[in-house]
């Protein structure tokens, strides 16, 4: 399945939706309030597509064959026009998102799947008085998604179950790993799961209990080596003979036993974070921050290409 | 530095730590109540070091080398004599390890280093009475210890700094990641960390905002992808320009809002079961699941593989 795509923003996520799309042979449209903005992103897309090419992330295709889908729209109808998906990428703020989504969705045909970025606002809040908001959903991705597969398909209550199930096909035929929602909540399902463990990182610094470093460690070379293949509830289905819910049976007594002290939530920007900023500040200073997020963006495309060799070697 | 380590208990976990060790160089005797257990386990090592040399996790060296550093010790005694490390790993029962540790301890010698292996019981109720308690400590490693390198060390209120410094430097010289705890707390670190993950995981599924895959999907195809080589601090360190504080200014009030819907426990081996497990069951079914546990530590052999190369390539 290919088809054509809106970008509407045209920043971070946005660009990096686009490469998404273009990859996966789908035209792009790039629109932005900022009238240069689409222009130039599709200039820092086509460095970003040299390095993918390079780490062999484009699926054999050469940059330029990927770069040619992508194009500005010179506004937002004209991005709009004949597009099968728009994918919106605007500020975090609910009166921009409503102002936008009720210019927006007017413009898009009948069968358009209408999709928003967002992290941190649930779809209701800004499709409600839309007259096509039974196609309107929120699809928030990890970034960059071109890297990331993991994607939430998060509903509003008037979202048709035609549209979740459109936006998963499209999701999985472009690459995606779809999270199929069937409600909305704050924090959707992968901020909550990242929020529950980092508030017990935090209460365990902040109680003196071990470094920051110790709690990478337990999750790098220890928790995630698992999870980063299987998941948390494929783990626990393997670790007790009788499945999970052997496992169930067996452990739940330890984790109900430590869910009390789990109730005290600590100040993330209060006096821990002087000791988890100076253990991370001596092992790399500010200056170092970027060329670490490259290091990283290179560490990610390995696991990922090492991922698709296990899948194939070892099987799913 | 390699030296002779005692292992008392032969079972699952006592016979990963023998190989653990013994990889290493170092010297290895088997203990055991049952008296038939320590040669039995000597010939399971047998046939998972043909498996691990086979997936090339012995360090270049020969099965057979490594099998002649382990033997059978005909009594407790005999097998503590003269060893620089102890592992115990007891069934999970505090009266059980309280007997066994008060033979055991008077039997080693000045400078021997004790552990135990336990998941579930802190290091101070097993340790109280002892002589030589000051060099005791609970060394918990995830199963097994000679594929997963992160291993807690967790200390008694009198467990002194040389011994916890004396630990560390014996964990690191057999390949483990030891995280060093400053105090004792149930759970420890790593299992508090995956029941924050599994509380909210459980709380999810129960609610029908999604199912137990997508909560997979959503680690293993998403957040678990950086933390499997940075964990969640380097993570967030990471993901904002400033660094962590700056992702905690940015970020916390997100957080902040949903911590308090996780304040309600969800009974795991309740209804939401019968959701998680026919789901498991409907991917892989009950007589699948040993199959399957073999799958994993092929993948996760071949994970911790890549993690190597990927250091070797692009740097730590």
New interface residues.
């Given amino acids: 399945m290919s088809g054509s795509t809106a970008i509407v923003g045209s920043g971070l996520i946005g660009r990096a939706w686009a490469i998404a799309f273009a990859r996966a042979g789908w035209t792009v449209r790039l629109w932005d309030p900022v009238e240069t903005a689409p222009a130039e992103a599709v200039d820092t897309i086509a460095g970003l597509l040299s390095d993918l090419a390079a780490n062999d992330m484009l699926r054999g295709q050469d940059a330029s064959r990927v770069l040619g889908r992508i194009a500005p729209a010179p506004n937002l109808a004209a991005a709009l026009e004949g597009a099968d998906w728009v994918q919106e990428n605007a500020p975090e703020k609910l009166e921009i998102k409503r102002a936008l989504w009720a210019e927006m969705e007017p413009l898009a045909g009948a069968d358009t799947i209408l999709a928003s970025s967002t992290?941190?606002i649930v779809p209701s809040l800004f499709t409600e008085g839309l007259a096509g908001r039974h196609r309107c959903l929120t699809a928030h991705p990890?970034n960059p998604p071109y890297l990331?597969?993991?994607t939430?398909l998060v509903p509003a209550p008037w979202t048709s179950a035609e549209t979740m199930e459109k936006a998963e096909s499209v999701m999985r035929a472009i690459g995606q790993?779809?999270?199929?929602?069937?409600?909305e909540?704050?924090?959707f399902?992968?901020?909550?799961?990242?929020?529950?463990?980092?508030?017990?990182?935090f209460r365990?610094v902040a109680?003196?209990?071990?470094?920051?470093?110790?709690?990478?460690?337990?999750?790098?070379?220890?928790?995630?080596?698992?999870?980063?293949?299987?998941?948390?509830?494929?783990t626990?289905?393997?670790n007790a003979?009788?499945?999970?819910?052997d496992y169930?049976?067996r452990y739940?007594g330890?984790?109900?036993?430590?869910?009390p002290?789990?109730?005290r939530?600590v100040?993330?920007?209060g006096p821990v974070?002087e000791t988890?900023?100076g253990e991370?500040?001596a092992r790399?200073s500010?200056t170092e921050?970027q060329e670490?997020?490259r290091?990283?963006d290179?560490?990610?495309m390995?696991?990922?290409r090492?991922k698709a060799r296990?899948r194939d070697?070892?099987?799913e």
């Fill in positions: 992290s941190a990890i990331v597969p993991a939430e790993a779809p999270i199929v929602m069937r409600k909540i704050d924090g399902v992968m901020n909550r799961m990242q929020g529950a463990l980092l508030e017990e990182a365990l109680d003196g209990v071990c470094g920051a470093e110790d709690v990478d460690v337990g999750i790098r070379e220890g928790l995630a080596l698992r999870w980063a293949f299987m998941g948390p509830f494929e626990i289905d393997l003979p009788g499945g999970v819910r169930a049976e739940q330890l984790y109900e036993g430590i869910f002290s789990m109730q939530r100040d993330w920007a974070m988890i900023e991370r500040r790399l500010e921050l670490r997020q290091w990283r290179r560490h990610l390995a696991l990922l090492h296990a070697d070892i099987g």
